[in-house]
């Protein structure tokens, strides 16, 4: 392929990105076409297909860059050498953190742990990290064994992330359960279930929700985003612009 034509696909195929983004953390996923982000980036109906197979496999490049990114953010967070079940409860609080941000975020995270590429990325991109931080608990387990494990797990975090914070359900108590019983999954011992839970309790990982009566006395949750969580969302904008 000659390079003009070679740059002027990234070009296109950026420009697709960029604009699904916006129309995704708009509208949704689901209530996005593959029409509406052609005409966002400036081009034809068409010219998505020149860039991406379907719908799919745009979110698929998002998903790469989403988890790839927030993972990182999560071993900064806390230095050098951190407990790595640690950083485990720091990765999936993050998650949970973003999915609360608005509908169509969380709209977006359970798509990509339902659709068969995305969450076999999720799958494989995860299983020798879940094999390194909890071999200690399943020393006769090998990667397979993990990367099985692991679609359970991606289930039970599915499930909890798809489920909205409320006055009775809130976010301590989610990730409470939600950790338990992915520990529980590898058997890691009750005692160290409950520190590395406390743990992840104490650390300022930057979404704060805290309960309001308006005027009108209707209930609320009002969202203090911290840039931890706001460079997520800019990265996405950022790396495809």
């Known amino acids: 392929m000659p390079k003009g034509l070679q740059h002027k696909g990234i070009v296109r195929r950026n ?13 949704g996923y689901e209530k996005t076409t ?12 068409s010219s998505f297909f020149a860039a991406f197979d379907n719908k799919e496999a745009l979110l698929l490049t998002l998903v790469k860059t ?20 640690l950083v485990y409860g720091v990765e999936v609080s993050i998650q949970m953190y973003i999915a609360e941000l608005s509908e169509p975020l969380r709209e977006l995270y359970v798509v990509g742990y339902s659709l068969p ?18 071999s200690q608990y399943i020393k006769e387990a090998e990667l397979k064994d993990f990367y099985e494990m692991d679609i359970a797990s991606a289930g039970i975090t599915r499930g909890f992330m798809a ?4 006055l009775y359900f809130t976010m301590e108590n989610k990730l409470r359960r939600l950790l338990k019983c992915c520990f529980t999954l590898y058997k ?54």
């Open 188 to 241: 890691v011992p009750e005692a160290k279930q409950e520190e590395v839970i406390g743990q992840c309790n104490l650390i300022q990982i930057g979404l704060h929700f805290s309960y309001c009566t308006t005027n009108s006395s209707i209930h609320c949750f009002c969202c203090h985003i911290s840039p931890l969580l706001v460079n997520v969302v800019n990265l996405l904008l950022q790396t495809f612009h």
């Open 34 to 45: 593959t029409t509406s982000i052609a005409k966002a980036a400036g081009m034809s109906p």
């Open 117 to 134: 590429t995305t969450s076999e990325y999720i799958y494989m991109r995860t299983a020798q990290k879940i094999q390194h931080i909890f």
């Open 15 to 27: 420009k697709m990105i960029y604009a699904a983004v916006k129309l995704f953390l708009e509208n």
């Open 66 to 85: 989403m988890f790839g990114s927030q993972f990182d953010k999560a071993e900064k967070l806390l230095g050098e050498t951190p407990d790595p079940l």
């Open 163 to 166: 489920k909205k914070c409320d």
